[in-house]
């Protein structure tokens, strides 16, 4: 069974960097592509912030990075501002099944 | 600007049918695969399925939770992306998304994504 499994949430104050990780536990390791993280505010959809694992979009903070390493992606946001407060979620097109999967999401508190 | 816009939730009672569109505009909608995803009441998102361009045949994909029951349909004259809805259950209730869909060289990606449509699936 594919999955992505992320803390339930993080926190940080104004100005310092966090890290929200993704991990892949599946047996079906390798057959993921690289991750897309989305950010999605309180009764709003969700927003495309990195792609490819580490690509930001036009327009996107580069207060926002990705990178990974071995079986986990990882989403840094450095900076922390107030409007960084959101709900995060890591995503995947797994080949071997011609699915995508999404992490459970991570509830980020600026505090 | 690129823009999507969703229409056609609602209530709808258990075992019925609800159809969904997706009014897409500011890209060569013809051009992109197109996806469906929800988001139950409190819960995080899931993906239901995409369809791909015509260039690659517009083929579907879809997720176990939904194969069997839903149908995404496109009309590329149109720009709208369809989500038919069969034998609805109290567990398909959520706010659904439509999105463009990029195919990238190591990944997909969706993005932008519409503003939501809610779906009640109730008696």
């Known amino acids: 069974q594919s999955a992505l499994t992320q803390p339930a949430s993080v926190s940080g104050s104004p100005g310092q960097s966090i890290t929200i990780s993704c991990t892949e536990t599946s047996s079906d390791v390798g057959s993921y592509n690289l991750v897309s993280w989305y950010q999605q505010h309180p009764g709003k959809a969700p927003k495309l912030m990195i792609y490819?694992?580490?690509k930001r979009p036009s327009g996107v903070s580069n207060r926002f990075s990705g990178s990974k390493s071995g079986n986990t992606a990882s989403l840094t946001i450095s900076g922390l501002q107030a409007e960084d407060e959101a709900d995060y979620y890591c995503?995947?097109?797994?080949?071997?099944?011609?699915?995508?999967?999404f992490g459970g999401g991570t509830n980020l508190t600026v505090l | 600007e690129v823009q999507l816009v969703e229409s056609g939730g609602g209530l709808v009672q258990p075992g019925r049918s609800l159809r969904l569109s997706c009014t897409a505009s500011?890209?060569?909608?013809?051009?992109?695969?197109m996806g469906w995803f929800r988001q139950a009441p409190g819960k995080g998102l899931e993906w239901v399925g995409f369809?791909?361009?015509?260039?690659?045949?517009?083929?579907?994909e879809y997720a176990a939770s939904v194969k069997g029951r839903f149908t995404i349909s496109r009309d590329d004259s149109k720009t709208i992306v369809y989500l038919q809805m069969n034998s609805l259950k109290t567990e398909d209730t959520a706010v659904y998304y439509c999105s463009r869909v990029v195919f990238g060289d190591y990944g997909r990606w969706f993005d932008p994504w519409g503003q939501g449509n809610l779906v009640t699936v109730s008696s």
């Open positions: 369809i791909r361009s015509k260039a690659y045949g517009g083929a579907t």
């Open positions: 490819e694992g580490s």
């Open positions: 995503c995947s097109y797994v080949g071997s099944s011609a699915s995508v999967v």
């Open positions: 500011g890209f060569p909608f013809g051009d992109y695969a």
